[in-house]
């Protein structure tokens, strides 16, 4: 089907961002089982709490949302992002630089999904969806607080990197 409307596009992406958020719920615990580091690891783990409660909220969105419905369409850039990651753990000695490099893979997919809810807030304002728009506003703020977080692990990982 071709898209031609603005509700067409919200939907497909939507639908891609719940499918990322869906691949996400997977990964994480593989992030934080391969994390030495005890900050690093609890952060993996706090933030599969957060993306299990933005799949919810992307999933309740769609059900209130006339004319709206989840698609099962794969994220294929997400994909690749966590099967970099996923290469990372094979092939990288357990310890700082993992630990770094996994920090850094974390990051590429906070930044991507980052740029997926700031689009889909920029169509939820086109379409009049102010509810949807201050719900998307909220999982945006989490995925920047994580990625700032990752940010100053990143900084501590360093330091223990060069010990």
Same mark, same amino acid.
């Given at each position: 089907m071709q898209i031609n409307k603005a509700k067409q596009l919200f939907e497909r992406l939507l639908s891609f961002t719940a499918n990322a958020e869906q691949q996400m719920v997977d990964a994480l615990p593989r992030f934080a089982e391969a994390a030495e580091h005890k900050s690093?690891?609890?952060?993996?783990?706090?933030?599969?709490?957060?993306?299990?409660?933005?799949?919810?909220?992307?999933?309740?969105?769609?059900e209130n949302l006339e004319g709206i419905r989840l698609k099962q369409?794969? %994220?294929?850039? &997400?994909?690749? *992002?966590?099967?970099?990651?996923d290469a990372i753990i094979e092939n990288t000695a357990p310890g700082p630089i993992r630990d770094f490099a996994l920090i850094g893979a974390a990051r590429k997919i906070e930044h991507y999904e980052i740029a997926a809810y700031r689009t889909l807030r920029s169509l939820a304002k086109e379409l009049g969806y102010a509810d949807l728009r201050a719900?998307?506003?909220?999982?945006?703020?989490?995925?920047?607080?994580? %990625?700032?977080? &990752?940010?100053? *692990?990143?900084?501590?990982?360093?330091?223990?990197?060069?010990?």
């Open positions: 690093l690891r609890k952060a993996f783990e706090n933030h599969l709490e957060e993306t299990q409660g933005q799949l919810k909220r992307l999933e309740q969105a769609a369409l794969k %994220d294929v850039p &997400l994909a690749a *992002l966590i099967e970099d990651s719900l998307l506003k909220e999982t945006l703020e989490e995925e920047q607080a994580a %990625d700032e977080k &990752l940010k100053k *692990l990143s900084n501590k990982k360093i330091e223990l990197a060069n010990d």
